[in-house]
């Protein structure tokens, strides 16, 4: 059994900045791609970013290229999203997600509880 947990959620002023972690249990987590999505009130859940099992290949939606960053350390089961240059219309709950690198959400197996981001204007 995978367990997911994200943190690092939180309000924040436009412009601001935040880092999400996502802590995986398990010994497998090297060998998989991970993902984050976000869920805004109202609106479908929706990819944001995604990284392969080395960190050596990324994909993000073009609505965060340039102002957020995937990243992970296999050696603590963690997987990075450094967000910069938040904008209101991020805020969202954020998952993180086992699976693949690209933004399909089928192709991703076992998910977070989610941790809520709040961008304030």
């Known amino acids: 059994q995978v367990q997911l947990v994200e943190s690092g959620g939180g309000l924040v002023q436009a412009g601001g900045s935040l880092r999400l972690s996502c802590a995986a249990s398990?010994?497998?987590?090297?060998?998989?791609?991970m993902g984050w999505f976000r869920q805004a009130p109202g609106k479908e859940r929706e990819f944001v970013a995604a990284i392969s099992w080395s960190g050596g290949s990324t994909n993000y939606a073009d609505s965060v290229k340039g102002r957020f960053t995937i990243s992970r350390d296999n050696d603590k089961n963690t997987v990075y999203l450094q967000m910069n240059s938040l904008k209101p219309e991020d805020t969202a709950v954020y998952y993180c997600?086992?699976?693949?690198?690209?933004?399909?959400?089928?192709?991703?197996?076992?998910w977070g509880q989610g941790t809520q981001v709040t961008v304030s204007s």
């Open positions: 398990g010994r497998t987590f090297s060998r998989y791609a």
């Open positions: 997600a086992r699976g693949s690198l690209s933004g399909r959400e089928q192709e991703y197996d076992y």
